[in-house]
């Protein structure tokens, strides 16, 4: 027998018999199902989980088996949460995931400990502060105890052992809102309770002075400089900022939050709004630093018009229009425009990689990673699929928008009773969820949504669209897309000019053609009613309007 099989048998044989619910323990052949929890409160948070995440789907380099395969299949959204127990340390950023696995439990817990230790964990107190903490919160549906059966009275005695589930679940948020992102309703095998119903329990209990779990998107630093590991999968990249954005549950909006702001910055000659004004070197220097110094969280850079029927410019051309920018940006700007975050307005994934090698952080694809095709094709999924690629390792945030194709086609909803929220819903949502569950999926705590205002849309629809925006991201039952953070981008459309051409009800206005220059004070309507339902941020061109526009409006929605 070779020296990894003696190996795999002496790891198995530490791990005591043990009856799943409902079935008989499998082999080591099989896949299980397992889920994981990840948590880190020292240096950098999130770079850290996302090096645990890596290493967890290397494990042969890390226990010396080549059979051993984990394979991440789903994410929860990512938190930052006060500490428990020992509450004198700094505050973590927790999640969960859910894994494929052939190992064994008490294999798979060996390749955790040994994965802590790679990311930096050192002995601390019990529930102290620690790069990163990992544990197994379910496995299949078994139940585990590696303890002798006379220590099992108490949870004093863990170290070393194995108990799954685990056993403080049903007392800690931190745990089961992750897993309530992912599968609210698998059935606890010992209580006989959803996770969502515990999750329910355990929100019931809170106090008004416990300070609220925050949902948080974490931005890498790009450029960065690309290194080597001993065991295969490429370092996370550094975190350059995070982001709290809106949290819902039960017992609905849950901690402070605010709409971020995303200034527009087209590299183009064609725009519908601001073609040729910024798109060259000193211009868009200009446009980024005084859009920083106004307000603006991150700037969005597109160097591909999608306004109606306009003809798309080739692949090399738009690396040729965006890269020297974001290169100009991080070398040539100020200490407001370098340290800037941007993301790149981009549908293509060779624009989307070279964009954030030069140091873009973010990437806002308007048809939400499968291309310009409507009805979708093959070549769809095939877009999917790189375009994941590229996001999953360069561990971007994505903005996944809804559209069907040229924004001025495809507006038929009449298969969904004219519902712009239920189509959106289903559409949008069908594309989040290949792009964030399964194999090579990009994290759920990096996806942002936009309902795609101005794509595909009847003028009509869109105003009750906006009406009814929170609906897109709801905590209902079914609803793909909830509690994902959305953009809302209305700034100088043509369903706004479209209204304002109208005449008033009781005649006294004749309306007017407006210019997209002339829609400020309609995009200002849209912007107030986007923040105050909730949005995680807004898609606008005036950054020094706007930016009032969501101070105010926010005041009020908070007070």
Not at 211 to 231: A, E, G, Q
Not at 333 to 349: E, H, I, K, M, Y
Not at 354 to 367: F, L, P, S, T, Y
Request: hydrophobic share 40%.
């Amino acid at each position: 027998m070779t020296r990894i099989r003696m190996r795999w048998r002496k790891l198995r044989n530490l791990w005591p018999p043990c009856k799943p619910i409902n079935e008989s323990l499998p082999t080591p052949s099989d896949l299980h199902t397992v889920a994981i929890a990840l948590g880190s409160n020292l240096g950098d948070r999130f770079a850290n989980i996302e090096t645990a995440l890596r290493l967890l789907e290397v494990p042969s380099a890390l226990l010396g088996v080549d059979e051993a395969k984990v394979s991440v299949i789903d994410t929860s959204f990512m938190y930052e949460t006060a500490p428990m127990y020992v509450t004198d340390q700094p505050c973590f950023a927790n999640c969960a995931c859910m894994v494929e696995t052939n190992l064994e439990p008490i294999v798979l817990l060996s390749l955790l400990k040994k994965i802590e230790d790679v990311v930096g964990r050192v002995p601390t107190i019990r529930n102290g502060p620690r790069a990163v903490d990992i544990d197994i919160l379910f496995y299949d549906r078994s139940v585990i105890d590696t303890r002798p059966k006379t220590s099992r009275r108490n949870l004093e005695n863990l170290a070393g052992e194995l108990v799954v589930p685990h056993p403080r679940i049903a007392e800690r948020e931190f745990v089961l809102r992750p897993l309530n992102d992912m599968i609210p309703d698998f059935v606890h095998p010992t209580y006989r309770k959803t996770v969502g119903t515990l999750f329910s329990d355990v929100l019931s209990r809170r106090t008004c002075d416990e300070p609220p779990m925050l949902k948080v998107i974490p931005f890498p630093k790009y450029p960065c400089v690309s290194t080597s590991t001993p065991y295969g999968p490429t370092p996370a990249p550094s975190t350059a900022k995070y982001w709290i954005v809106a949290t819902t549950g039960t017992k609905g909006k849950s901690g402070p939050s605010r709409t971020h702001i995303m200034a527009t910055l087209n590299v183009t000659p064609d725009s519908f709004s601001d073609g040729s004004l910024h798109n060259e070197v000193p211009t868009a220097l200009e446009y980024v630093t005084t859009s920083v110094e106004s307000g603006a969280d991150i700037i969005d850079i597109g160097g591909c018009s999608t306004r109606p029927h306009v003809k798309l410019v080739s692949e090399d051309e738009e690396i040729r229009r965006v890269v020297p920018v974001i290169k100009a940006i991080r070398d040539q700007g100020n200490d407001s425009a370098r340290g800037a975050l941007l993301s790149v307005d981009t549908f293509r994934w060779k624009v989307a990689e070279a964009a954030v090698h030069a140091g873009a952080n973010c990437i806002n694809d308007v048809h939400a990673f499968t291309g310009p095709d409507y009805p979708l094709v093959q070549a769809s999924t095939d877009h999917l699929l790189k375009m994941r690629d590229v996001a999953r390792r360069l561990c971007v945030p994505v903005i996944l928008m809804h559209s069907r194709g040229d924004a001025a086609s495809n507006k038929d909803y009449s298969d969904y009773g004219g519902n712009l929220v239920s189509a959106i819903r289903t559409e949008l949502g069908d594309k989040v969820n290949k792009i964030v569950r399964g194999r090579g999926g990009v994290r759920r705590w990096l996806v942002i949504v936009d309902p795609g205002f101005g794509f595909s849309k009847p003028v009509d629809a869109q105003y009750a669209l906006l009406r009814n925006i929170a609906s897109i991201t709801a905590d209902d039952r079914g609803n793909r897309l909830a509690g994902y953070p959305l953009l809302v981008g209305t700034s100088k459309k043509s369903f706004l000019g479209a209204l304002l051409e109208r005449p008033g009800l009781d005649g006294t206005y004749k309306g007017r053609k407006t210019s997209p220059q002339e829609r400020g004070w309609a995009t200002a309507a849209t912007v107030a009613c986007a923040v105050q339902q909730g949005a995680s941020m807004v898609r606008i061109h005036d950054v020094p309007e706007m930016r009032d526009v969501v101070a105010v409006a926010s005041a009020i929605w908070s007070g």
